[in-house]
């Protein structure tokens, strides 16, 4: 048995709820290195509470999985934002849930969005996720977050009745 939800495009409006989606926006920017580059500040990306000082950046190596994909357990950090920026990764799956009143996750308003190469995201903190799921092909992610060393950092729970996350007959 199975929460089934159907995989939704990534769009900024859709995914504010749980974070923000990371790409290269439509403005000018500014040009940076004698005009050979373009800077793009995003804003507002990354958050964290004083107690999570230490800078974390990793990179994540993720098989391909094919859809339809289950999702044994989710997982949160409370103390922070945490931002996966793709490299040279396809289509890939952004999954999360919101938290109910007593904090724990509300599997059955789970949702799953379909990022495509060049999409990021960032977590808001707190904000309950499935582990990384490449599609078609390995991908490579750059991940940015603060720690305490605690055990706060990562809180993870396995669900009573696993998602499944499909694709979207369209």
């Not at 920017?29 to 800077?39: E, Q, T």
């Not at 098989?63 to 339809?68: G, I, M």
């Not at 990021?120 to 996720?129: R, V």
Request: hydrophobic content about 45%; aromatic content about 6%.
């Amino acid at each position: 048995m199975h929460h089934e939800i159907m995989a939704e495009p990534l769009a900024c409006e859709a995914f504010r709820p749980f974070g923000q989606v990371v790409a290269a926006p439509d403005d000018r920017g500014r040009p940076v290195n004698a005009g050979m580059a373009v800077r793009h500040d995003l804003p507002g990306h990354l958050r964290h509470r004083t107690g999570a000082a230490l800078p974390s950046l990793a990179i994540y190596r993720c098989r391909p999985q094919p859809l339809p994909v289950a999702v044994p357990l989710l997982e949160r950090h409370p103390l922070t934002s945490q931002t996966f920026l793709p490299l040279g990764a396809a289509r890939w799956l952004v999954i999360v849930a919101p938290a109910g009143p007593d904090g724990s996750p509300v599997p059955t308003a789970a949702r799953a969005f379909l990022a495509e190469a060049g999409q990021g995201i960032s977590y808001a903190p707190g904000t309950w996720h499935s582990p990384l799921v490449a599609l078609d092909r390995a991908g490579d992610f750059a991940m940015l977050m603060w720690e305490t060393g605690g055990s706060r950092d990562c809180e993870e729970l396995r669900l009573a009745v696993p998602l499944l996350v499909r694709s979207s007959p369209c």
